[in-house]
């Protein structure tokens, strides 16, 4: 009775959330993927199913091209973020002793706007910005370098800066669950410090690992911002398309079916990479 | 121990990359030149007193004020009614229904922006300030959510127990008792909230149709190298904003957990 009660209420007081969120979810995705069978020429728009999008979707070797440079800059940048950020992550959960307010000092930062954040980026790489300008000031080149800004080193740098919570915060849980026995036995079984991280403390952090890459990886994929704006022409990316399609080449149905094979794709990547990540941790250990 | 030093030392370098990036835009809103390249020419306030000569600007201010409050207000209650039921009831599918409201957190923005335009315009909605509202709302629930659950895991349910025992009615406990308890977490909510939703870009690129708010206005002024140093005044006053608001949710947010003790 008691149980009933409990559980209704639960469900009661949750539902606006989770109705909001379901159906924000699920009604979009039932759309695009109608849209996706559909054609468009000009304003109107033809309901009759077919298959031409996806077909020229997988024809176009820009398409594949974008999506696969995508997936490889997301890639990067996961693996820049969370390698630049383990360290900091294992600093502030095992050696400081004034956590939250490094806690605080890490995310700050990630509070300003992010179209600032990548734009500041822009001024710092530019051809005639910050960084050069200061390097030539201080005599350690004599004229401006060329390469940092409109590719994917400048995408990866900025995003590498943007998700810097986000990798650091998911690792800083996990260690914080380490059992400081577990380490003390290691030391005491004659384990050097390095032995030790490798086969105590890295393997048990490995679910705040996987965490932390998701977290940046799949919201990476489909970023637009920073292609747009420090990426250039080469490096642009499947979501700087997909708003092409919406915008100025107003070709909703092919925009809704590049959405779905970017949802697709990512997801794909995903799983895999969670598999790949879960069976690689048990072997370590 | 292996060299603290050397990881003390990383962890500082490590602060001035996060933040050195993001300091330069203020150090430029007040350089005389046009140019955002060092030596600085010289020093002045002349940006920032354009600022209120725009018109555009102004209304784009207004409409992300208005949008952010709408959104604060509304993913605050309905995070709350969740959050509670989280925190305080035990039912099947929680653990689905938990993970549901965090998924917008993690969702591509640009899945997020052109489905939801393609959905609005299916339900007869135009692009304006309510779409961004309904979008922006949707982005806020995680956070609201989550900073909601934390002021309930510290909330002590017999303090409810014992006001329904005096024979206090549902709602009249509710804003008696459960309500006074969870304010600072509610307040940091929606400090939080407004926050995402002011800073917010893709969403608003895509759903704000002819009612830019204030970064789809910015958006729109960093393609024109002439509008840059008012670009970087309003960026800087958008940052300082940004950060008082955060700091303020932050102080709200230690004091719902500090509560519990009394």
Known sequence: MIFRSEASRGYTLSAPATAYVGFLVAAPLVILIAYSFWTQTYVTLDKTPTLKNYSEAFADPLVRHLMLRSIWIAGAVTVVTVALAYPIAYFIAMKVRKKTIWLLLITIPFWSSYLLRVFAWKLILGFNGVMNSALLMLGLIDEPLDFLLYNEFAVVLTLAHAWAPFAILPIYVSLQKIDPSLLEAATDLGNSPLQRFMRVTLPLTIPGIIAACLIIFIPTVGDYVTPALVGGSDGKMIANLIQVQFGAANNWPLGATLSLIAMLSVGFVAIVFVITATRLGRRIR | MKRPSTLTAYAFLYLVFLYLPVLFLPLFSFNSGTIVAFPIKGWTLDWYRKLGEQDTLIQALWNSLGVGTVVALLSTAIGLFAARAFVRYRFRGQR???????????????????????????????????????????????????????????????LEEASYDLGVGVFETFRRVTLPVVSPGIIASMLVTFTVSFDEFVLAFFLSGNQPTLPV???????????????????????????????????????SSASEVR
């Open chain 2, 217 to 255: 206005y910015i958006w729109s002024q960093i393609r024109f190298p002439a509008k840059l140093p008012n670009v970087l005044a309003l960026g800087s006053i958008l940052l300082l904003t940004s950060v008082l608001l955060l700091v303020l949710a932050e102080y709200f947010r230690r004091r």
């Open chain 2, 96 to 158: 689905a229904a938990e993970g549901l409201v965090m998924l917008p957190l993690v969702i591509p923005g640009i899945i997020v922006a052109s489905s939801m335009l393609v959905l609005f315009l299916f339900l007869g909605l135009k692009p304006s300030l309510l779409t961004v509202v309904l979008g922006h709302t949707f982005l806020a629930l995680p956070f609201s959510v989550s900073i909601l659950k934390s002021a309930f895991d510290d909330f002590d349910a017999s």
